[in-house]
DNA sequence: GCAATACTGCACTCGTGGGTGTAGTTATAC
DNA sequence: GTATAACTACACCCACGAGTGCAGTATTGC
């Protein structure tokens, strides 16, 4: 019933817009629902109730409460993959220093503002949570999301020191210093910080600049106290 | 146990060596069992089968499962407040630049093993799991933790700063960046990681000792190129 | 319009787990 | 040694929640 749909169209999601419209419904609620009270506070009656839907067609659809669950996380996870390589977007470009700050602040700005919503704090709460009940799916959530981000920083810094614009060595550790500089403490309040306004944004986003400026004062331009890179 | 401890009758562990036992018992099956199955997935039953107590005894010293719940954090959290004050303790001794860069070295250490150490990030994972249904909980832990080491953390800085061995204007600041070069990415990692094999631990020294010579290029004794402090 | 199929409502099973009551046994205090 | 208080064993209640079965109704595809 999950996996297998025969006639010929890919996805079962498109024979019959009854189906595609239980399911966007069931998963919005069940999101909702595994986010705030986690796997086994989550409950498939109120899922379903939410979801305008009968609990038997939940179980038609998704075939019982951990696939429901795998389910739901299949799409965040692809949702934030998809994020995960958009933003490092333009940071190699850069081909001078000021641009290499510039890029670096904006990168700062775009990593800060999703990583600290709501949803994706909710989301890694959610998976450290059930880290010991789910551990595949923390283990795959973090190598899709965070990781992935890291190896893309990676890259860029990578480039950017072969330009001579910062000096970088371990490109993944520098990234993870940026990373951490950028975002480190803020992400850590609030994954213990619930019932969040979610912590003003102009303020955080003052502290990730300030972290950049930390980073290019260690990593920037090459500087010339003990003499040039090579 | 947590508080007082005297001939008169003030705390119940004391009066009777039978309650002593058996809470001691309980206190620690409890606390493995809910740092692994978070607070819904712990049973009681199973917990007094493995303290050896029947599970009326549970009932009467504690009175249900969220009182012991909350005694096992207590006790958690208290452990964690006292080490907390203790990480930085040498800190700002340091009178001259290469003595502070080997007390932020050994800052550095003090800090990523106990932090890094499974019981801390399992108790991270569980609080952080339970944030939504135990805010106050994670809250309080949040403050008297890692909040309370960063103060600590703080003042030492300050200090240095304020004797030219640091560039420092934001204490606070400066001893997040600290911490989280020192920690940020491994411990990220610990939560998103059960089933573990703690991280080798010299691996993660290293990394925490590469953290510190970033911080001491970034923060490092007074550079000349804006003057110095005062 | 007609057949196929999804959806509903509802009653139901069943395991689990928190919590209680009690009578009898064992440790402790004096 | 005796009174007191913990502890045990065990049976029990009860609520809750996952999952099922089915008969009837609403949609959809053609």
Redesign the interface.
């Known amino acids: 019933m999950a996996t297998g749909r025969q006639p010929a169209p890919t996805d079962d999601a498109a024979l019959d817009p009854r189906i595609a419209r239980s399911r966007a419904a069931i998963v919005a609620a069940a999101s909702e629902h595994f986010l ?3 796997y ?2 989550a409950n498939v009656d109120d899922i379903a109730a939410e979801a305008r839907v009968s609990k038997r067609t939940v179980y038609n659809i998704f075939g019982g409460k951990e696939q429901l669950f795998r389910e739901i996380l299949a799409e965040a996870f692809a949702v934030a993959e998809r994020f995960s390589t958009e933003v490092v977007s333009t940071l190699a470009d850069a081909d001078n220093a000021d641009e290499a700050a510039a890029e670096l602040r904006a990168t700062a700005v775009n990593l800060v503002r999703p990583v600290l919503s709501g949803r994706v704090v ?1 989301l ?10 789910f ?1 595949e799916l ?2 795959d ?2 190598e899709r999301a ?1 990781d992935r981000v ?1 190896d893309a920083l990676a890259e860029a810094m990578a480039q950017l020191g072969r330009r001579g614009l910062l000096s970088v060595d ?1 490109p993944r ?1 520098v990234s ?2 940026f ?3 950028v975002l ?2 803020p ?3 609030a ?5 969040d306004q979610e912590p003003l944004t102009d303020e955080v986003e003052r ?1 990730a600049l ?2 950049v400026d ?2 290019l ?3 920037g331009p090459v500087r010339n106290s003990t003499g040039p890179a090579s």
């Open positions: 705030t009270n986690g086994l506070g909710r890694r709460r959610l998976l450290i949570g059930e880290a010991e009940r551990p923390a283990r959530y973090y965070p890291m371990e550790l993870e210093h990373a951490f500089l480190g403490a992400l850590d309040r994954l213990f910080t619930a019932s502290r300030q972290g930390v980073f004062r260690a990593y």
